[in-house]
DNA sequence: TTGAAAGCGCTAACAG
DNA sequence: CTGTTAGCGCTTTCAA
């Protein structure tokens, strides 16, 4: 049904070949041929077939998403959106190999792709360990993990840059006179969770602050670790005056447990958050956190990938990008309390 | 590189013929070659190439989405968790028609359906009338709506129950005393939004209720229009002792402006929202609303367009889910009050 | 029960 | 500058 080469080349009087090349750019077709031949085209609405491209050892043009932690995730939302406007200025477009099928026996990440004609593969979620990818790695495909540490010959990776982002934390909270800073981590397997907690410990040295392990709260992002890190940090006898969460539903569940104990933030504790999602704005006080920038993170993820693809010298290919500071309400001066 | 049906067929010692006859379950292969050919298959890592397997009109297994919103709408997170669990059941993978090809002057989405060798379409989003689905339709190409109002031979549409979960909230309410019940609306020109007013209307009617034009909020599901629609009800000679907002994100809005005013919810005012999301639970006080099965959703829509390509006789091509219940504590009963 | 061969739509030599 | 032709990996008649 729908038209095929054949039919515009007999619409133009000419050969396939000749419709082919003027389709596709080479200098080799008469400018009127061409121009013939493009017109005829686009009245008949022809779309070249993609599987026959990709057959023939053409690109294909696709390039493949594997989630290790599923779609449903709300945080992709902001990753997505960036890799969407990317694919759009690099002429891709995306499959979504389904993490479902990885689960089979025999499955084979690198298999799928192979199978499915895709010319590079972007990873993320959040398990680096959970899953093989050293088949992959090795497979000379070209892949960009986000948020997760990984190397080889056609392999980039992208992430924030965590653990700047909370050393400056440490630093603006040292700033407002905090000496007793508590963490309450994300989760230790995961990339981010790591540089964030470098970050911790680096600012801390920094300023000359004591690094009590009373203060390291082990967190995994959620609202819930949140609230149960604070109340373990509020049963102290030595109180922090400030809590650095790793994410922002933890700050909240912190902020709650705060709260109950009929604290006042920030007068009597300071919270930071992680991320800023929308819940950051809505909850009260305001959650002070920093902000990712998911989109970006996206749209150069697309970008490095491509950059692979077709090969390209690549100085570097590790994206770090820089995070932003979202002051808000829930944080202020220490007071010399207990 | 990777192993095609001819490298089997040799280490086999058979045609490609009986290889693929083989390998794609016809009976007329013995079952000992066929044994055998499935071991070596095994072995080799065979994985048939979907480009030629869709050139020879074969099934290409690939359905697409569109979404008319882009992919960082956190909506769909939900839906999207839902599709990818059925894509496994049903042996999909999914291919993402980025949206932002859409601007471009000559572009047809049918086109590009055709051009990847989708077999059937699901199409999401908000935006009813921004975009010319009338070709897509006519092509008969299997499409599901979700969300949408869409009819036609091979097209389906999937949608929550929103006219009734409203109606219930109404009743709820009505049950709980409140006689001024005021809505703020989602947008008007999408099929959730007409549905849920049309329930707010019935629900007011079944309940005896006076309708008051002055208590009909036009909203768009923003925190934003949910606040400036609070401020609006408030500065009503007679106020309303409930609102019923369309979206989770617009009660949160109007709450936040509620208590600005210095107002206690659900005291003076009980408030309901719409969807559950993640804020529902972390604002205070947390928010009575109504639940979407969006998992749910998204599974049935891959069910229905997998049963729409593969030609199943189906009775009804609209699937209307049921939506929950969630009490929390933004809802009381009405005091006889102002 | 198996194999030879044609052909899906396209691109890429190679001739003309 | 244009056309002829082979062939990408696979499925599918049609013969054997």
Redesign the interface.
């Given at each position: 049904?729908?038209v095929n080469i054949r039919d515009i080349a007999k619409a133009a009087g000419v050969s396939v070949a000749t419709v082919s090349k003027a389709l596709n750019g080479y200098s080799t077709v008469n400018a009127a041929t061409r121009a013939k031949i493009q017109r005829i085209a686009?009245e008949m609405?022809y779309?070249?077939?993609?599987?026959?491209r990709?057959?023939v050892g053409q690109r294909?043009m696709?390039i493949g998403v594997f989630l290790t932690t599923?779609?449903?995730?709300?945080f992709?939302?902001?990753v997505?959106?960036g890799?969407?406007?990317a694919?759009?200025?690099r002429g891709?477009?995306?499959?979504?190999?389904?993490?479902?099928?990885a689960e089979e026996p025999?499955y084979?990440l690198m298999?799928?792709c192979?199978?499915?004609?895709v010319e590079g593969l972007l990873v993320f979620g959040m398990q680096e360990n959970d899953m093989d990818f050293s088949e992959l790695i090795g497979s000379g495909l070209p892949v960009v993990f986000i948020d997760m540490e990984m190397e080889g010959e056609h392999v980039g990776m992208i992430s924030s840059d965590n653990a700047e982002a909370i050393r400056a934390e440490v630093q603006h909270l040292a700033g407002l006179n905090h000496r007793r800073i508590a963490f309450i981590s994300g989760i230790a397997g995961t990339y981010p969770g790591r540089m964030r907690e470098r970050g911790f410990l680096q600012g801390m040295a920094e300023q000359g602050l004591d690094r009590r392990p009373e203060y390291m709260i082990p967190g995994d992002y959620s609202?819930e670790s949140g609230y149960e890190g604070m109340r373990r940090l509020l049963s102290l006898p030595e109180r922090p005056t400030a809590v650095i969460c790793c994410s922002d539903?933890s700050a909240?569940g912190a902020l709650?447990a705060a709260l109950e104990q009929g604290l006042s933030v920030p007068d009597d504790l300071s919270i930071v958050g992680f991320d800023d999602v929308?819940?950051a704005r809505?909850?009260?006080p305001a959650l002070t956190t920093v902000r990712q920038d998911m989109?970006g993170i996206g749209y150069q993820a697309v970008g490095l990938l491509d950059d692979l693809i077709r090969g390209e010298e690549l100085a570097e290919k590790r994206i770090i990008l820089p995070t932003e500071w979202v002051e808000r309400d829930s944080c202020g001066p220490a007071k010399e309390s207990r």
């Open positions: 049904m729908p686009e609405q779309h070249p077939n993609s599987a026959a990709s057959l294909s696709t599923g779609l449903a995730n709300p992709f939302a902001g997505l959106g890799i969407d406007r694919l759009k200025d891709y477009d995306l499959i979504y190999l389904a993490q479902a099928h025999g084979s298999r799928h192979r199978s499915r004609n609202r539903a909240v709650e929308e819940a809505s909850v009260r989109q």
